[in-house]
């Protein structure tokens, strides 16, 4: 019976690596509520990401969420964001009884469309989230720039951009706010888990009491917050994941290079642009599915699908068009993001991803090419 490929595949530190490292949690006990792994982890990777301060929380959609709340936006307040995401930038906003205004994206790299923001700002407006797109990275300078001239903050959704830098700054440093997932397909992980990244102080203390019921001390309780800690066994994984992520993204970066390589030339695929200076991070591989090549992106997903191979149709459809949030909330035109939504086919990616096997998926892409070529052998 042939192997499944999925679009990813959580990368893991050596299997006696961790288990010695978790050995001390059985003595201790200490399992949870922020203990000494918790707080390694939190300062090696405020270094890693180059960012002035960090806070981790147990998911990313728990740590936007509540980076927004952190900022004690006024009920009702507008928040200009991007419907090309995953459903979670959404929902943080929503969650956060805030009215999302949808943007549009540049096709180029399915980055906010920063020249149609402005068009959006009213009165009501409080803040920008773009969002980070398969390691694109958003116009930072301008969007600064915008939010800046009318008092709105920036949050970032940065999940797709983990050890990214831009202009010798970690991505995570732009914005009031720049928010990672850790989530176990992410190109680093904690299993499960997430982080902010700021500058002002300040929002140390109030995510810290967010993510803590509200508690600062036995007996003091200072405000209402939820329960969004990241365990000990989380911050121990990640910890043994930092070790080796030179090794991932060199292992992801052959093979993001040979699937180039293979799809070279095949009519009617294009790739997204890449801002010039700013490396990969090898997280994604998407294509685009143009209307030139032989069949339509879905109907390549479907022969994909029908061979074992899992690739994603993501962002589809766009968060603006689902059934939790059609027609309710103010939106621009969206062709561009539409547009991307109903084109892109994210392939599988990871460091043990085999070179034969990634021949085999780009075999049938060229199949059902219009002027199939030659596939290039690994061997």
Known sequence: MKENIFVT???MPPYKEFAEAIKPLWDSRWLTNMGCYHKQLE?????????????????????LELAIQAFQFPSGAEVITTPFTFISTTHAIVRNNLQPVFCDVKRTDGTM???????????????????????????????????DRYGLKV??????????????????S????????????????????????????????RLYTLKNFGIQGEELVTGIGANAK???????????????????????????????????????????????????????????VEDDYGITRDALSD????????????????????????????????????????K??????YEDLNMEQIEHITSIINRYATNGTKIISST
């Open 113 to 147: 469309d920063e020249s149609m923001i402005e068009d959006l700002i009213t009165e009501r407006t409080v803040a920008i989230v773009p969002v980070h797109v398969y390691g694109n990275v958003c116009n930072v300078d301008a969007i600064q720039k915008l939010a």
């Open 230 to 288: 990241m365990n000990e066994f989380a911050a121990i994984m990640g910890l043994c994941n930092l070790k080796y992520l030179s090794r991932t993204f060199t292992e992801r970066k052959k093979r993001y290079d040979f699937y180039k390589m293979q799809l070279k030339g095949i009519q009617g695929l294009r790739f997204f642009e890449r801002k010039e200076g700013i490396e990969n991070n090898y997280a994604y591989f998407p294509i685009l």
């Open 303 to 342: 022969c994909l699908r029908a061979e074992g191979i899992y690739a994603r149709k993501y962002f589809y459809p766009l968060t603006s068009d689902q059934a939790c949030f059609k027609n309710k909330y103010r939106k621009a035109s969206l062709n561009q993001a539409r547009t991307l939504s109903q």
């Open 9 to 11: 595949r959580s990368a």
């Open 155 to 172: 949050i970032y959704d940065a999940a797709h951009a983990f050890g990214l830098e831009d202009q010798d700054r970690g991505i995570g």
């Open 174 to 205: 732009y914005g009031d706010a720049s928010v990672f997932s850790f989530h176990a397909t992410k190109v680093f992980h904690t299993i499960e888990g997430g982080a902010v990244a700021f500058s002002d102080p300040k929002l140390y203390d």
């Open 43 to 63: 300062d090696q990777l405020k270094d890693y990401l180059k960012v002035p301060g960090l806070s981790l929380l147990v998911n990313g959609h728990m740590a």
């Open 344 to 349: 892109v086919l994210v392939l599988p990616l």
